[in-house]
């Protein structure tokens, strides 16, 4: 199964850009690698997705190597309601992607 | 368009009774999960139902029954409720494609005293 690492947390000031990086050593041929943002009280919500190279939308970027062992979600000059949980989840190409699993993310705590 | 409806939004149990919890989605996605949060913790996979019909166990699925009603609703059932079955309970759906994004819903806050 393609487990994920994340670190538990990161600290930043508004206006800088965050970087958060997700290991996924075991990451199958088919699998692609996802992004969700949580809110508290909330349930999680996509914020991107890639397979390889880079990837952006209106609300971030992502950066897979091309091993694609790990990937970095990039976010532009973060503010106060950026605060939240953030987890890396790639897709579990055995068993058809159905079985998915979300580590415990990274706690992104954005300072004033 | 209401998107994942899940009920109730909180609720609170005595040990060994039982509940079901309710979900259902109005985006005609043909996989549906059940995922549980304890605090501070990520999500575990409890049950998911890749089409209507089936159903699979996941990363926890002890202590818990679920029914694909149909292809609308999946609903999560605790037969005999214990303290270590408190946790924020989301339930998610999505296309059946393979990388297609999860769409969660908002949530039952289930406290087991």
């Known amino acids: 199964l393609a487990k994920t690492t994340q670190p538990i947390s990161m600290d930043s000031y508004e206006g800088q850009e965050v970087n958060i990086t997700c290991s996924h050593n075991?990451?199958?041929?088919?699998?692609?690698i996802t992004w969700y943002q949580q809110f508290p009280s909330q349930g999680p919500r996509f914020i991107i997705q890639?397979?390889?190279t880079k990837v952006t939308n209106e609300v971030a970027s992502l950066f897979i190597p091309a091993d694609r062992k790990s990937s970095t979600l990039s976010l532009p000059r973060v503010s106060l309601s950026d605060t939240a949980v953030y987890y890396c989840?790639?897709?579990?190409?055995?068993?058809?992607?159905?079985?998915?699993?979300f580590g415990t993310g990274t706690r992104l705590t954005v300072i004033p | 368009n209401a998107g994942v409806t899940q009920t109730p939004k909180f609720q609170v149990l005595k040990t060994g009774q039982s509940m079901t919890l309710q979900c259902a989605q109005d985006?005609?996605?043909?996989?549906m999960y059940w995922y549980r949060q304890d605090p501070g913790m990520g999500l575990r996979l409890i049950y998911y139902?890749?089409?209507?019909?089936?159903?699979d166990k996941g990363e926890v699925p002890n202590g818990y029954n679920v029914s694909r009603l149909n292809k609308r609703e999946f609903s999560l059932r605790l037969e005999s409720a214990a303290p270590s079955q408190t946790s924020v309970y989301f339930c998610?759906?999505?296309?059946?494609?393979?990388?297609?994004?999860?769409?969660f819903g908002s949530g039952t806050q289930l406290s087991v005293l």
């Open positions: 998610a759906s999505r296309m059946d494609s393979l990388n297609e994004k999860l769409f």
């Open positions: 075991n990451i199958a041929t088919n699998d692609y």
């Open positions: 890639g397979y390889k």
């Open positions: 989840l790639v897709g579990d190409g055995l068993a058809g992607a159905n079985n998915l699993f």
């Open positions: 985006m005609n996605h043909n996989s």
């Open positions: 139902s890749a089409s209507e019909g089936t159903t």
